[in-house]
Protein backbone atom coordinates (compact mmCIF):
# COMPACT_ATOMS: atom_id res chain seq x y z
CA UNK A 1 0.00 0.00 0.00
CA UNK A 2 1.60 3.33 -0.89
CA UNK A 3 2.01 6.09 1.21
CA UNK A 4 -0.80 8.17 -0.45
CA UNK A 5 -3.38 5.79 -0.12
CA UNK A 6 -2.53 5.39 3.52
CA UNK A 7 -2.88 8.69 4.08
CA UNK A 8 -6.35 8.87 2.46
CA UNK A 9 -7.59 5.77 4.24
CA UNK A 10 -6.82 7.64 7.60
CA UNK A 11 -7.85 10.78 6.46
CA UNK A 12 -11.37 9.54 4.93
CA UNK A 13 -11.65 7.57 8.31
CA UNK A 14 -11.38 10.19 10.33
CA UNK A 15 -13.34 12.76 8.55
CA UNK A 16 -16.21 10.25 8.26
CA UNK A 17 -16.08 9.52 12.25
CA UNK A 18 -15.73 12.84 13.22
CA UNK A 19 -17.65 15.20 10.80
CA UNK A 20 -20.27 12.77 9.59
CA UNK A 21 -23.81 14.21 10.94
CA UNK A 22 -25.23 10.64 12.93
CA UNK A 23 -28.58 10.56 11.11
CA UNK A 24 -26.29 8.98 8.04
CA UNK A 25 -26.98 5.60 9.46
CA UNK A 26 -26.19 3.93 5.90
CA UNK A 27 -23.77 6.92 4.04
CA UNK A 28 -20.81 6.27 6.76
CA UNK A 29 -17.30 4.71 7.54
CA UNK A 30 -18.78 0.83 7.30
CA UNK A 31 -20.50 1.51 4.02
CA UNK A 32 -17.58 3.15 2.53
CA UNK A 33 -14.90 0.41 3.91
CA UNK A 34 -16.99 -1.95 2.46
CA UNK A 35 -16.90 -0.21 -1.02
CA UNK A 36 -13.21 -0.55 -0.67
CA UNK A 37 -13.27 -3.85 -0.02
CA UNK A 38 -15.41 -4.72 -3.17
CA UNK A 39 -13.18 -2.30 -5.14
CA UNK A 40 -9.93 -4.57 -3.96
CA UNK A 41 -11.94 -7.76 -5.05
CA UNK A 42 -12.81 -6.79 -8.30
CA UNK A 43 -9.52 -5.01 -9.35
CA UNK A 44 -7.76 -7.97 -8.07
CA UNK A 45 -10.39 -10.14 -10.11
CA UNK A 46 -10.34 -8.11 -13.48
CA UNK A 47 -6.33 -7.95 -13.53
CA UNK A 48 -5.86 -4.00 -12.47
CA UNK A 49 -2.87 -3.15 -11.40
CA UNK A 50 -0.71 0.27 -10.34
CA UNK A 51 -1.82 3.42 -10.25
CA UNK A 52 -5.15 2.46 -11.95
CA UNK A 53 -6.08 -0.16 -9.28
CA UNK A 54 -4.71 2.79 -6.70
CA UNK A 55 -7.08 5.69 -8.02
CA UNK A 56 -10.10 3.23 -7.68
CA UNK A 57 -9.36 2.92 -4.01
CA UNK A 58 -8.58 6.68 -3.64
CA UNK A 59 -12.52 7.20 -5.05
CA UNK A 60 -13.76 4.47 -3.39
CA UNK A 61 -12.48 6.17 0.04
CA UNK A 62 -13.52 9.70 -0.74
CA UNK A 63 -16.87 8.88 -2.91
CA UNK A 64 -18.62 9.17 0.01
CA UNK A 65 -17.22 12.21 2.45
CA UNK A 66 -19.24 15.07 0.62
CA UNK A 67 -22.14 13.45 3.16
CA UNK A 68 -19.95 15.43 5.68
CA UNK A 69 -21.47 18.85 4.09
CA UNK A 70 -24.72 17.68 3.33
CA UNK A 71 -26.60 15.28 1.10
CA UNK A 72 -27.31 17.50 -1.74
CA UNK A 73 -24.93 17.02 -4.79
CA UNK A 74 -22.72 15.12 -2.15
CA UNK A 75 -20.47 13.84 -5.54
CA UNK A 76 -19.82 17.11 -6.29
CA UNK A 77 -18.51 17.97 -2.64
CA UNK A 78 -16.65 14.57 -2.48
CA UNK A 79 -14.36 15.76 -5.28
CA UNK A 80 -13.83 19.12 -3.63
CA UNK A 81 -12.83 17.22 -0.38
CA UNK A 82 -10.75 14.77 -2.44
CA UNK A 83 -8.99 17.73 -4.84
CA UNK A 84 -8.44 20.09 -1.57
CA UNK A 85 -6.50 16.96 -0.31
CA UNK A 86 -4.58 16.22 -3.30
CA UNK A 87 -3.39 19.76 -3.79
CA UNK A 88 -2.44 19.82 -0.09
CA UNK A 89 -0.37 16.40 -0.88
CA UNK A 90 1.06 17.53 -4.42
CA UNK A 91 -1.14 14.90 -6.79
CA UNK A 92 -1.12 15.86 -10.42
CA UNK A 93 -3.68 17.05 -11.10
CA UNK A 94 -4.96 14.83 -14.04
CA UNK A 95 -4.45 12.17 -11.53
CA UNK A 96 -6.55 14.49 -9.19
CA UNK A 97 -9.27 14.70 -11.91
CA UNK A 98 -9.12 10.80 -12.96
CA UNK A 99 -9.98 10.11 -9.72
CA UNK A 100 -12.91 12.91 -9.32
CA UNK A 101 -14.32 11.41 -12.41
CA UNK A 102 -14.57 7.94 -10.89
CA UNK A 103 -16.27 9.50 -8.00
CA UNK A 104 -18.40 11.30 -10.26
CA UNK A 105 -19.46 7.96 -11.61
CA UNK A 106 -21.29 6.70 -8.07
CA UNK A 107 -24.21 9.47 -9.22
CA UNK A 108 -27.53 7.54 -9.20
CA UNK A 109 -28.51 6.67 -13.25
CA UNK A 110 -24.95 7.56 -14.41
CA UNK A 111 -23.64 5.45 -17.43
CA UNK A 112 -20.13 4.17 -16.93
CA UNK A 113 -18.09 5.07 -19.75
CA UNK A 114 -14.82 2.69 -19.31
CA UNK A 115 -13.85 -0.31 -17.21
CA UNK A 116 -12.65 1.53 -14.37
CA UNK A 117 -16.20 3.26 -13.93
CA UNK A 118 -18.23 -0.23 -14.22
CA UNK A 119 -15.16 -0.96 -11.42
CA UNK A 120 -16.97 1.29 -8.67
CA UNK A 121 -20.44 1.57 -9.89
CA UNK A 122 -20.03 -2.18 -9.25
CA UNK A 123 -18.74 -1.47 -5.57
CA UNK A 124 -20.60 1.26 -4.56
CA UNK A 125 -24.10 -1.80 -5.29
CA UNK A 126 -22.05 -4.74 -4.06
CA UNK A 127 -24.51 -4.91 -0.76
CA UNK A 128 -27.17 -5.80 -3.64
CA UNK A 129 -25.52 -9.28 -3.54
CA UNK A 130 -25.13 -10.13 0.06
CA UNK A 131 -27.67 -12.11 2.41
CA UNK A 132 -27.38 -8.55 4.62
CA UNK A 133 -28.95 -6.57 2.05
CA UNK A 134 -32.80 -5.75 3.69
CA UNK A 135 -30.82 -4.97 7.01
CA UNK A 136 -28.37 -2.57 5.06
CA UNK A 137 -31.55 -1.01 3.31
CA UNK A 138 -33.57 -0.61 6.10
CA UNK A 139 -30.41 1.50 7.50
CA UNK A 140 -31.11 3.51 4.56
CA UNK A 141 -35.07 3.85 5.00
CA UNK A 142 -34.21 5.31 8.43
CA UNK A 143 -31.26 7.81 7.18
CA UNK A 144 -33.52 8.91 4.73
CA UNK A 145 -36.39 9.79 7.47
CA UNK A 146 -34.35 11.30 9.65
CA UNK A 147 -32.81 13.69 7.31
CA UNK A 148 -36.37 14.16 5.95
CA UNK A 149 -35.84 13.66 2.55
CA UNK A 150 -37.89 10.88 2.07
CA UNK A 151 -40.67 9.25 4.64
CA UNK A 152 -41.40 5.39 2.92
CA UNK A 153 -43.82 2.96 5.01
CA UNK A 154 -43.11 -1.18 4.75
CA UNK A 155 -45.26 -1.21 1.00
CA UNK A 156 -43.81 1.78 -0.41
CA UNK A 157 -40.07 0.79 0.50
CA UNK A 158 -40.22 -2.62 -0.32
CA UNK A 159 -42.12 -1.93 -3.71
CA UNK A 160 -38.94 0.91 -4.02
CA UNK A 161 -36.37 -1.66 -3.68
CA UNK A 162 -38.05 -4.18 -6.40
CA UNK A 163 -37.72 -0.83 -8.60
CA UNK A 164 -34.40 -0.44 -8.05
CA UNK A 165 -32.74 -3.96 -8.40
CA UNK A 166 -35.15 -5.26 -11.47
CA UNK A 167 -35.40 -2.30 -13.63
CA UNK A 168 -33.01 0.51 -12.55
CA UNK A 169 -29.73 -1.28 -11.44
CA UNK A 170 -27.63 -4.12 -13.13
CA UNK A 171 -24.19 -5.09 -12.51
CA UNK A 172 -21.56 -4.46 -15.18
CA UNK A 173 -18.27 -6.09 -15.08
CA UNK A 174 -18.00 -9.68 -15.69
CA UNK A 175 -16.68 -10.43 -12.07
CA UNK A 176 -19.51 -9.13 -10.67
CA UNK A 177 -22.57 -10.90 -13.37
CA UNK A 178 -20.48 -14.26 -12.59
CA UNK A 179 -20.23 -14.09 -8.69
CA UNK A 180 -22.63 -11.01 -7.70
CA UNK A 181 -26.15 -11.49 -9.55
CA UNK A 182 -27.41 -14.65 -8.16
CA UNK A 183 -27.04 -13.22 -4.59
CA UNK A 184 -29.17 -10.41 -6.13
CA UNK A 185 -31.56 -12.58 -7.68
CA UNK A 186 -32.08 -14.42 -4.14
CA UNK A 187 -32.79 -10.66 -2.38
CA UNK A 188 -35.13 -9.79 -5.53
CA UNK A 189 -36.76 -13.17 -4.98
CA UNK A 190 -37.37 -12.56 -1.42
CA UNK A 191 -38.62 -9.30 -1.70
CA UNK A 192 -41.27 -10.78 -4.58
CA UNK A 193 -42.15 -13.31 -1.68
CA UNK A 194 -42.62 -11.16 0.64
CA UNK A 195 -44.86 -8.75 -1.43
CA UNK A 196 -46.86 -12.19 -2.35
CA UNK A 197 -46.97 -12.73 1.36
CA UNK A 198 -48.01 -9.37 2.31
CA UNK A 199 -50.41 -8.95 -0.01
CA UNK A 200 -52.07 -12.37 0.50
CA UNK A 201 -52.47 -11.41 4.07
CA UNK A 202 -53.92 -7.48 3.05
CA UNK A 203 -56.63 -9.76 0.60
CA UNK A 204 -58.01 -11.63 3.93
CA UNK A 205 -57.85 -8.92 6.19
CA UNK A 206 -59.56 -6.99 3.39
CA UNK A 207 -62.25 -10.25 2.99
CA UNK A 208 -62.27 -10.46 6.93
CA UNK A 209 -63.19 -6.51 7.66
CA UNK A 210 -65.69 -6.81 4.83
CA UNK A 211 -67.30 -9.56 6.14
CA UNK A 212 -67.25 -8.22 9.78
CA UNK A 213 -68.71 -4.74 8.12
CA UNK A 214 -71.09 -6.78 6.68
CA UNK A 215 -72.30 -9.12 9.73
CA UNK A 216 -74.97 -9.08 11.95
CA UNK A 217 -74.34 -6.82 15.58
CA UNK A 218 -73.07 -8.47 18.35
CA UNK A 219 -76.25 -8.60 19.98
CA UNK A 220 -78.05 -10.37 17.04
CA UNK A 221 -75.33 -12.71 16.93
CA UNK A 222 -76.01 -13.55 20.51
CA UNK A 223 -79.67 -14.11 20.00
CA UNK A 224 -79.25 -16.32 17.48
CA UNK A 225 -76.68 -18.39 19.01
CA UNK A 226 -78.34 -18.30 22.46
CA UNK A 227 -81.68 -19.17 20.82
CA UNK A 228 -80.22 -22.17 18.88
CA UNK A 229 -78.33 -23.71 21.69
CA UNK A 230 -81.61 -23.23 23.75
CA UNK A 231 -83.54 -25.06 21.39
CA UNK A 232 -80.78 -27.86 21.00
CA UNK A 233 -81.00 -28.48 24.83
CA UNK A 234 -84.86 -28.85 24.95
CA UNK A 235 -84.43 -31.33 22.31
CA UNK A 236 -81.99 -33.14 23.96
CA UNK A 237 -84.07 -32.95 27.31
CA UNK A 238 -86.79 -34.06 25.43
CA UNK A 239 -85.12 -37.03 23.81
CA UNK A 240 -83.73 -37.94 26.77
CA UNK A 241 -87.10 -38.19 28.71
CA UNK A 242 -88.58 -40.29 26.19
CA UNK A 243 -85.08 -42.97 25.99
CA UNK A 244 -86.54 -42.81 30.15
CA UNK A 245 -89.85 -43.95 29.42
CA UNK A 246 -89.21 -46.04 26.81
CA UNK A 247 -86.60 -47.98 28.91
CA UNK A 248 -88.68 -48.31 32.08
CA UNK A 249 -91.65 -49.23 29.72
CA UNK A 250 -89.68 -51.73 28.36
CA UNK A 251 -88.61 -53.43 31.22
CA UNK A 252 -92.13 -53.26 33.18
CA UNK A 253 -93.63 -55.79 30.30
CA UNK A 254 -90.10 -57.92 30.22
CA UNK A 255 -90.76 -58.39 33.90
CA UNK A 256 -95.31 -58.38 32.99
CA UNK A 257 -94.14 -60.95 30.69
CA UNK A 258 -91.70 -63.19 32.71
CA UNK A 259 -93.29 -63.58 35.66
CA UNK A 260 -97.00 -62.70 35.79
CA UNK A 261 -98.36 -63.75 32.72
CA UNK A 262 -97.03 -67.71 33.06
CA UNK A 263 -99.34 -67.17 36.25
CA UNK A 264 -102.56 -66.56 34.60
CA UNK A 265 -102.64 -70.44 33.31
CA UNK A 266 -103.80 -71.09 36.55
CA UNK A 267 -107.69 -70.97 36.85
CA UNK A 268 -106.75 -69.79 40.26
CA UNK A 269 -105.06 -66.27 39.32
CA UNK A 270 -107.93 -65.56 36.80
CA UNK A 271 -108.69 -62.41 39.17
CA UNK A 272 -105.13 -61.22 37.75
CA UNK A 273 -106.40 -61.04 34.32
CA UNK A 274 -107.98 -57.94 34.04
CA UNK A 275 -105.05 -55.69 35.95
CA UNK A 276 -102.48 -57.12 33.83
CA UNK A 277 -104.71 -56.13 30.40
CA UNK A 278 -104.63 -53.03 31.78
CA UNK A 279 -101.13 -52.31 32.88
CA UNK A 280 -99.68 -54.03 29.50
CA UNK A 281 -101.99 -51.66 27.43
CA UNK A 282 -100.71 -48.65 29.51
CA UNK A 283 -97.30 -49.81 29.25
CA UNK A 284 -97.69 -50.39 25.52
CA UNK A 285 -99.04 -46.82 24.81
CA UNK A 286 -96.19 -45.72 26.84
CA UNK A 287 -93.74 -46.76 24.70
CA UNK A 288 -95.23 -46.24 21.51
CA UNK A 289 -95.30 -42.78 21.76
CA UNK A 290 -92.12 -42.74 23.68
CA UNK A 291 -90.57 -43.57 20.13
CA UNK A 292 -92.80 -41.33 18.05
CA UNK A 293 -91.49 -38.25 20.17
CA UNK A 294 -87.97 -39.13 18.94
CA UNK A 295 -89.00 -40.60 15.45
CA UNK A 296 -86.81 -38.28 13.14
CA UNK A 297 -89.04 -37.34 10.49
CA UNK A 298 -88.36 -37.94 6.81
CA UNK A 299 -87.60 -35.62 3.92
CA UNK A 300 -87.19 -35.08 0.41
CA UNK A 301 -83.60 -33.95 1.22
CA UNK A 302 -83.60 -32.20 -2.47
CA UNK A 303 -84.11 -28.86 -3.86
CA UNK A 304 -83.77 -26.66 -7.45
CA UNK A 305 -82.20 -23.40 -7.88
CA UNK A 306 -85.99 -22.04 -8.36
CA UNK A 307 -86.58 -23.05 -4.36
CA UNK A 308 -82.69 -21.14 -3.58
CA UNK A 309 -83.36 -17.87 -5.94
CA UNK A 310 -87.02 -17.72 -4.54
CA UNK A 311 -85.25 -17.81 -0.79
CA UNK A 312 -87.84 -20.68 0.00
CA UNK A 313 -84.95 -23.73 0.98
CA UNK A 314 -83.30 -23.97 4.62
CA UNK A 315 -80.03 -24.64 3.54
CA UNK A 316 -79.03 -24.98 7.41
CA UNK A 317 -81.22 -28.33 7.56
CA UNK A 318 -79.42 -31.57 6.62
CA UNK A 319 -83.06 -33.01 5.89
CA UNK A 320 -83.29 -30.20 2.61
CA UNK A 321 -79.58 -31.01 0.87
CA UNK A 322 -78.39 -34.98 1.99
CA UNK A 323 -79.63 -36.27 -1.47
CA UNK A 324 -77.98 -33.01 -3.29
CA UNK A 325 -74.44 -33.28 -5.15
CA UNK A 326 -71.62 -31.21 -3.19
CA UNK A 327 -70.90 -28.87 -6.60
CA UNK A 328 -74.80 -27.97 -6.19
CA UNK A 329 -75.14 -27.90 -2.41
CA UNK A 330 -71.85 -25.49 -2.69
CA UNK A 331 -73.55 -23.33 -5.39
CA UNK A 332 -76.67 -22.98 -2.78
CA UNK A 333 -74.33 -21.81 -0.21
CA UNK A 334 -72.45 -19.26 -1.99
CA UNK A 335 -75.85 -17.59 -2.91
CA UNK A 336 -76.66 -17.72 0.79
CA UNK A 337 -74.01 -15.98 2.16
CA UNK A 338 -74.23 -13.25 -0.48
CA UNK A 339 -77.26 -12.39 0.79
CA UNK A 340 -77.48 -11.30 4.32
CA UNK A 341 -81.14 -10.70 4.34
CA UNK A 342 -81.27 -14.70 3.31
CA UNK A 343 -78.60 -15.68 6.01
CA UNK A 344 -81.22 -13.98 8.36
CA UNK A 345 -84.03 -15.40 7.07
CA UNK A 346 -82.64 -19.13 7.06
CA UNK A 347 -81.32 -18.59 10.75
CA UNK A 348 -84.89 -17.59 11.41
CA UNK A 349 -86.49 -20.34 9.40
CA UNK A 350 -84.27 -23.20 11.38
CA UNK A 351 -85.48 -21.76 14.63
CA UNK A 352 -88.65 -21.39 13.81
CA UNK A 353 -89.03 -25.20 12.78
CA UNK A 354 -86.96 -26.84 15.57
CA UNK A 355 -89.16 -24.77 17.47
CA UNK A 356 -92.10 -26.77 15.84
CA UNK A 357 -90.21 -30.61 16.08
CA UNK A 358 -89.69 -29.05 20.01
CA UNK A 359 -93.79 -28.34 20.72
CA UNK A 360 -94.35 -31.75 18.62
CA UNK A 361 -91.87 -33.65 20.63
CA UNK A 362 -93.33 -32.16 24.53
CA UNK A 363 -96.90 -32.99 23.25
CA UNK A 364 -95.85 -36.00 22.83
CA UNK A 365 -94.04 -36.29 26.29
CA UNK A 366 -96.53 -34.61 28.17
CA UNK A 367 -99.09 -37.11 26.80
CA UNK A 368 -97.06 -39.94 27.14
CA UNK A 369 -96.12 -38.78 31.28
CA UNK A 370 -100.13 -38.48 31.68
CA UNK A 371 -100.74 -41.89 29.89
CA UNK A 372 -98.16 -43.79 31.82
CA UNK A 373 -98.65 -41.57 35.33
CA UNK A 374 -102.67 -42.98 34.74
CA UNK A 375 -102.06 -46.27 33.78
CA UNK A 376 -99.87 -47.05 36.81
CA UNK A 377 -102.56 -45.40 39.12
CA UNK A 378 -105.00 -47.52 37.61
CA UNK A 379 -102.98 -50.41 37.20
CA UNK A 380 -102.39 -50.68 40.81
CA UNK A 381 -105.76 -50.01 41.44
CA UNK A 382 -107.15 -52.87 39.17
CA UNK A 383 -104.66 -55.19 40.92
CA UNK A 384 -106.11 -53.75 44.19
CA UNK A 385 -110.14 -54.29 43.56
CA UNK A 386 -109.25 -57.68 41.57
CA UNK A 387 -107.63 -58.74 44.94
CA UNK A 388 -110.08 -57.59 47.36
CA UNK A 389 -112.79 -58.92 45.90
CA UNK A 390 -111.58 -61.68 43.32
CA UNK A 391 -108.58 -63.28 45.00
CA UNK A 392 -108.29 -66.74 46.49
CA UNK A 393 -108.35 -65.08 50.10
CA UNK A 394 -111.50 -63.14 49.50
CA UNK A 395 -113.61 -65.44 52.10
CA UNK A 396 -111.02 -65.37 54.44
CA UNK A 397 -111.61 -61.23 54.21
CA UNK A 398 -115.58 -61.39 54.21
CA UNK A 399 -115.50 -64.03 57.23
CA UNK A 400 -113.42 -61.67 59.12
CA UNK A 401 -115.71 -58.78 58.34
Known sequence: MSSLLTAVENYATQLLSEALDQSFLYHNLRHTQRVVQSTKELTDALGVKDEDAENLLLAAWFHDTGFT????????????IATAFFEKEGVKPDRIE??????????????????????????????????????????????????????YDDTEWREANITMLRTEHRFYTDYAIENWQAGKDDNVGRLLKDKKKRLKLAKKEKLKAKFKSESPERGIQTLYRVSMRNHLKLSDI?????NILLSVNAIIISLVIANLIPKLDNPSNDYLLVPTIIFLIFSIISMSLSIIATRPNI?????????VANRKVNLLFFGNFHKMKLPDYEWAMRELIQDKDYVYNTLTKDLYFLGLVLN????LLRLTYTIFLAGMILSVIAFFIALKFFGPDRSILELAA
Open 98 to 151: AVNALIRATKRFYEPENLHQEILRDADTSHFAQKSYRETAELLRRELALLNIAH
Open 299 to 307: TSGEFTKED
Open 238 to 242: ADTKA
Open 69 to 80: KGHEEHEESSCE
Open 360 to 363: RKYK
